[in-house]
């Protein structure tokens, strides 16, 4: 089968849910959020917004808030997360990417996994690791998180499609072998 260094790369990328405390560079960040921009999207009309979060302390702050949404949550599980003192949705990376849109689009969920994608793919080829957060994607609505993420300078019409969390993988961490299911793909002649 015919590759090249982008193919190696989608079949590279892969979710990392543990990272070491290092900061990756602003320069980095820049090149990746680039990428995003390029993705394509409904139109060309660019309704979405990345809002990246380098600081820890923010980052804990979101997260604090994330868990007040959780903890009035009616379902077990969702409550549990909101009580837990050790809960993190972004797995302490140093760096996250709240990816949003204007949902009155149709497609702003399709605009923003394109986004995300790129996202990924552009962080990997940096030798950098990532993994969806779709935490506020629930949450995004609660009041409290609301008021947060408007201070953080996400736009107050938007819905949150998804975060990244963005930054380097513990080496002490395995991350399992990935195999794909089979009889996902058709082709016609
Ligand atoms: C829409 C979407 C939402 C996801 N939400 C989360 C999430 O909240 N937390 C998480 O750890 N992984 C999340 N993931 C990552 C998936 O679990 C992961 O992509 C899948 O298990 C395949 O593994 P891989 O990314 O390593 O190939 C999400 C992925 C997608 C596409």
Same mark, same amino acid.
């Given at each position: 089968?015919?590759?090249?260094?982008?193919?190696?790369? &989608? *079949?590279? +990328?892969?979710?990392?849910?543990? @990272?070491?405390?290092?900061?990756? =560079?602003?320069?980095?960040?820049? %090149?990746?959020?680039?990428?995003?921009?390029?993705?394509?999207?409904?139109?060309?009309?660019?309704?979405?917004?990345?809002?990246?979060?380098?600081?820890?302390?923010?980052?804990?702050?979101?997260?604090?808030?994330?868990?007040?949404?959780?903890?009035?949550?009616?379902?077990?599980? &969702? *409550?549990? +997360?909101?009580?837990?003192?050790? @809960?993190?949705?972004?797995?302490? =990376?140093?760096?996250?990417?709240? %990816?949003?849109?204007?949902?009155?689009?149709?497609?702003?969920?399709?605009?923003?996994?394109?986004?995300?994608?790129?996202?990924?793919?552009?962080?990997?080829?940096?030798?950098?690791?990532?993994?969806?957060?779709?935490?506020?994607?629930?949450?995004?609505?609660?009041?409290?998180?609301?008021?947060?993420?408007?201070?953080?300078?996400?736009?107050?019409?938007?819905?949150?499609?998804?975060?990244?969390?963005?930054?380097?993988?513990?080496?002490?961490?395995?991350?399992?072998?990935?195999?794909?299911?089979?009889?996902?793909?058709?082709?016609?002649?």
């Amino acid at each position: 089968m015919k590759t090249n260094a982008v193919l190696e790369n &989608i *079949k590279a +990328r892969r979710s990392v849910r543990a @990272y070491t405390s290092e900061q990756i =560079a602003r320069e980095d960040l820049q %090149v990746i959020l680039e990428a995003a921009t390029y993705a394509p999207n409904g139109m060309h009309l660019e309704t979405w917004h990345f809002t990246a979060i380098r600081n820890a302390d923010k980052l804990v702050e979101l997260n604090d808030r994330i868990k007040g949404a959780f903890a009035k949550s009616d379902e077990p599980r &969702i *409550k549990e +997360r909101g009580q837990s003192q050790t @809960y993190c949705c972004y797995y302490h =990376a140093p760096t996250v990417v709240i %990816v949003s849109n204007d949902p009155t689009q149709w497609w702003a969920a399709m605009d923003c996994a394109c986004a995300i994608e790129n996202l990924f793919l552009a962080a990997r080829s940096l030798g950098i690791a990532s993994c969806w957060v779709n935490q506020l994607g629930t949450t995004c609505d609660d009041p409290q998180v609301r008021e947060y993420l408007t201070s953080l300078g996400v736009p107050e019409g938007h819905r949150v499609y998804g975060c990244v969390a963005l930054g380097y993988a513990d080496p002490q961490t395995l991350i399992k072998m990935k195999t794909v299911k089979a009889g996902t793909v058709t082709i016609i002649d």
